[in-house]
């Protein structure tokens, strides 16, 4: 019966299209094919893994604003067989002699620069793929990577939202002769329904496709990587790409209500999401009312306590202690419910104390989803970082490196201070929930908003009832900032409730419907019972979710 409440729209204000339905499968992506790619794969006897690498890397190719092989991966894989989740952490680490003292002996001082030669870490999305195909794979590599290499080859019309994003990078892409060549028509970006292609990225895609991870962490693309560091006066080694690893990791929990939620630990934001949920959990939403007032007011509180724990306490695991069960202690998540003012908004907030515990050395994204004809689930997040990346594309490669080393400090002693060979504190984050029956693979993209989101859409599936795709179409609310108390909030949220919440001295900015401030996600959802399989996918972007039909025999 769970089941089928998730599937009927609840009677709220969302609009809310129809979840896609199929038995055989269904892959959900920002780009219609990409998506499609995917559901080829599937229909050639690939797994959900299988198709997510083919999803993944045909965005990378249709929309290099926000992914591409020069940026990092989370994923988690659930398999059905052994209702079971696995996780993996491909973001790359920096580069052995990238230190403060190294940083300081070049000026640097502050903050890293938002782009260029020190905002590179290595790439993992890459080797992402191998550790995944390597280990759940069914098809060939090649095969997995054949779509994305035919549409750089042969090009593909250029989405809507796509565009968009893209024409507000054109004066950085102008500014490199390489990055010019390969994302600029005669130094324009590409117009909506324009046929784009990226011949080189085909080049540097078929040498993966022949020879795994090393056609990339080794020979001709990793010497153009590590070239074009050194010309820019960056420290990067042939070594620091060969030596990077991937890494398996358990996924991190917290209950909600009865509702299983699962995220990727640390280095990512994902806790801040289940810090949130343990906040939200101390409060009725449900008899409070969907967009009501003290709903939203809560749920912007929470966000400010769950924020600020994550900048104190979250980085690389493999550099400091990063207390993720005392963070997720529902005695703690009742000790910061009980911080929140009902009737004033609060424009700074402390950390967490926790006893025994100190800090020390501790976007733009796309996510997909697919669930296959058996009921594994990929749930994949894969990104450049900021606006294509760091603004350097490497001799011959059809791709940029990204820029997620901006987001360490620069502030000795800290959980996130930079050191070689470190991982910076990470935006991007896979998700999955679970009850009874109920399989949810999902993710919404966009820096700091997505554990705000994420926790935003398990409420709403949760606390109000709603399906899939009105979980991912509601109105949403993002605090971007860690101070303060300003809130960028969507235009379908109720006046009355925008007037009442800047009332509590919340500084609302009201943001019209389709802009990017929000993410944009994907969501599927597995029924173990009856075997069918639901997609949903974001409006605010140009994707769909996109069933997998059965074969039918000839005539």
Known sequence: MMTLALMVAAT???????????????????????????VQILQRGGNAVDAAIA????????????????????????????????????????????????????????????????????????????????????????????????????????????????????????????????????????????????PALARSLRRVAENGRDGFYKGATAQAIVDLIRERGGVMTLEDLAEFQPEWVEPIETTYRGWKVSELPPNSQGIAALQMLGILEEFPLADWGFHSTRTLHTMIEAKKLAYADLLKYIGDPRFTRIPVQQLLAKENSARRARQIDPKKAACHVEPSQLPGVTASSGSDTIYLTVVDGEGNIVSLIQSNYAGFGSGLVPKGGGFMLQNRGTLFTL??????????????????????????????????????NQAQAHAQFVANVVDFGMTIQQALEAGRFTKATFEGCDVEIEASVPQQ???????????????????????YGQAVLFDRKTGVKFGASDPRHDGEAIPVPASFPGP
């Open 411 to 448: 502030q000795p002693g800290q959980p996130n201070t930079i050191a070689g060979r470190k991982r910076p504190l990470h935006t991007i984050i896979p998700a999955f929930m679970q009850k009874g029956d109920v399989r949810i693979g999902f993710g919404i993209m966009g820096g700091w």
């Open 55 to 198: 999803a993944n890397s045909t965005q990378g190719v249709m929309e290099p604003t926000s992914n591409g092989i020069g940026g990092d991966l989370f994923a988690i894989v659930y398999l059905a067989k052994e209702d079971k989740l696995y996780g993996v952490n491909a973001s790359g680490w920096s580069p052995a002699g990238m230190t403060l003292d190294f940083l300081h002996g070049k000026g640097v001082q502050g903050e890293l620069p938002y782009r260029g030669v020190y905002s590179v870490t290595v790439p993992g999305a890459v080797a992402g793929w191998a550790a995944l195909h390597k280990r759940f794979g069914k098809l060939p590599l090649a095969t997995d990577l054949a779509p994305a290499i035919w549409y750089a080859e042969h090009g593909f019309p250029v989405m809507e939202v796509t565009a968009g994003l893209w024409s507000r990078s054109v004066e950085m892409l102008g500014a490199d002769p390489e990055s010019r060549a390969t994302f600029l028509i005669e130094g324009r970006s590409p117009r909506p329904g324009e046929p784009f292609r990226n």
């Open 12 to 38: 709220l204000p969302v609009p809310g299209r129809s979840v896609t339905a199929s038995q055989h499968g269904v892959a959900a992506s920002s780009q219609p094919l990409a998506a499609q790619a995917a």
């Open 497 to 519: 409730a925008r007037d009442e919440l800047t009332a509590l001295g919340h500084h609302l900015e009201v943001r019209p419907l389709r802009t990017p401030f929000f993410g």
